[in-house]
């Protein structure tokens, strides 16, 4: 079995090669010219949910935030507890001047079984430093929607899937309360899409409000 680090550094070379030596002119534009991407994604740490990879981005084309369950916390004036995340969505839509945010869920979320879980007493680690659960509990909302619409004959895996989707539009609802990003909906220079990809199938839907679902792409 290979080494995990020894992996990493042999994916370098190959980036190497395939930037610097084959591409080498356009790898000068990339570096010379500063980046100037035109999306901001928001997704899970989940290591199979690879924004770049998903879309097929090249260097320069999208700016990426990634943490546990793709959740973005309410605004809060002056006093955020979330300044990492507030900070990228000010730089992306402030100074990038992105056209697009999109909040990319996925099925099988370790976060979200942490929040739907919680009640079960199955928190990942006992006591006061519980940052998972902690963090994901920002997305009770979502937890509240799917208790309401699922009864006994839910399955876990069912309850599971759809609050990974609604946990999505939380996030987009959230995020449409911070200043920088309701100004520029209202400007029309910025859109908002909620995504969800399902790793078994590999198939990345979109939400449509028109028909309050998601839908493949
Ligand atoms: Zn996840």
Known sequence: MSDAYEDLIEGYRTFRREYLDKRFEAYRAWASKGQNPRTLIIGCSDSRVNPAILT?????????????ANIVPPYEKGKSHHKSLGAAIQFAVNHLKVEHIIVLGHSGCGGIRALMTDDAGQRFD???DDYIADWVSILQPAKDIVCACCDAST??????????????????????????????????????????????????????????RFKPL
């Open 155 to 212: 399955s876990q895996d069912d309850k599971l899937r759809l609050a990974e989707m609604e946990g999505v539009l939380v996030s987009i609802r959230y995020l449409a309360g911070y200043p920088w990003v309701r100004q520029a909906i209202e400007a029309g220079t910025l859109s908002l899409h909620a995504w969800y990809f399902h790793v078994d199938s590999g198939e990345l839907r979109s939400y449509r409000p028109e028909e309050g």
């Open 126 to 128: 006992a006591g006061e």
């Open 56 to 68: 097929h981005a090249g260097l320069g084309e999208i700016f990426v935030v990634n943490n546990v």
